[in-house]
């Protein structure tokens, strides 16, 4: 039974992808940079919609570049970044359906 069970735990283990785990890492860290620029100006729930349409419109370098911000202010250049990403169509339809109000991202 043990010696099975320690079998079931392997494979699940290597069912893990290591690419699928960095990419979710870095989205992660990017949505605890996005999330703050964007609970500026709307509630947490909004916001957190907001955000995950942000990521989803986000390229894999762009998440990558928003997620090396992790830990301090947002500046002038991730804001831009999340300005630009929250204006693509692929962002504005997901706010859209999941009623997130109009960005307000300075």
Same mark, same amino acid.
């Given at each position: 039974?043990?010696?099975?069970?320690?079998? =079931?735990?392997?494979l699940? &283990?290597?069912?893990?992808?290591?690419?699928?785990?960095?990419?979710?890492?870095?989205?992660?860290?990017? $949505? $605890?940079?996005?999330?703050p620029?964007?609970?500026? *100006?709307m509630? =947490?729930?909004?916001?957190?919609?907001?955000? *995950?349409?942000?990521l989803?419109?986000? $390229?894999?370098?762009?998440?990558? &570049?928003?997620?090396r911000?992790?830990?301090?202010?947002?500046?002038? $250049?991730?804001?831009?970044?999340?300005? *630009?990403?929250?204006?693509? @169509? =692929?962002?504005?339809?997901?706010?859209?359906?999941?009623?997130? @109000?109009? &960005?307000?991202?300075r």
């Amino acid at each position: 039974m043990r010696v099975a069970a320690a079998l =079931a735990g392997c494979l699940v &283990l290597v069912a893990c992808d290591p690419g699928e785990l960095a990419d979710s890492a870095v989205r992660r860290a990017a $949505s $605890s940079v996005v999330f703050p620029v964007v609970n500026v *100006d709307m509630p =947490a729930g909004p916001a957190q919609a907001a955000t *995950d349409c942000i990521l989803n419109a986000a $390229s894999p370098d762009e998440k990558r &570049l928003l997620a090396r911000d992790v830990g301090v202010e947002a500046g002038t $250049s991730t804001t831009a970044t999340i300005r *630009d990403i929250a204006l693509r @169509p =692929a962002a504005q339809a997901c706010f859209k359906a999941a009623g997130v @109000p109009p &960005l307000m991202v300075r």
